[in-house]
């Protein structure tokens, strides 16, 4: 089992910056976590859940166009993500949920983040 826990919402406006945070805990540790992806999905009212950034063993990263060139996701160590966001616009305001899968996807609790003046 794998838990996540996201910290870093907040209200910001419109051209600000956040920095989301997860930590994952549990049994990452018997299961070679570093070696499976994290990232964070997005989703606004009425919408559906959506991909804004992965980060996979190795590093290598994937971004929805939305966010390309204003997000960084990056990995800390085995257990931690971060998710730089900046140049924020309304259209990111969204409850963000930090992901991860090790054979099926688990997911945090979600954290606000709202862009509004």
């Known amino acids: 089992q794998v838990q996540l826990v996201e910290s870093g919402g907040g209200l910001v406006q419109p051209g600000g910056s956040l920095r989301l945070s997860c930590a994952a805990s549990?049994?990452?540790?018997?299961?070679?976590?570093?070696?499976?992806?994290m990232g964070w999905y997005r989703q606004a009212p009425e919408k559906e859940r959506e991909l804004v950034a992965t980060?996979?063993?190795?590093?290598?990263t994937n971004y929805a166009d939305s966010v390309k060139g204003r997000f960084t996701i990056s990995r800390d160590n085995a257990k931690n993500t971060s998710l730089q966001m900046n140049s924020l616009k309304p259209e990111d305001t969204a409850v963000y949920y930090c992901?991860?899968?090790?054979?099926?996807?688990?997911w945090g609790q979600g954290t606000q983040v709202t862009v509004s003046s």
């Open positions: 980060v996979v063993a190795g590093g290598s």
């Open positions: 992901w991860s899968y090790v054979g099926k996807n688990y």
């Open positions: 549990g049994s990452i540790f018997s299961i070679n976590f570093m070696h499976w992806p």
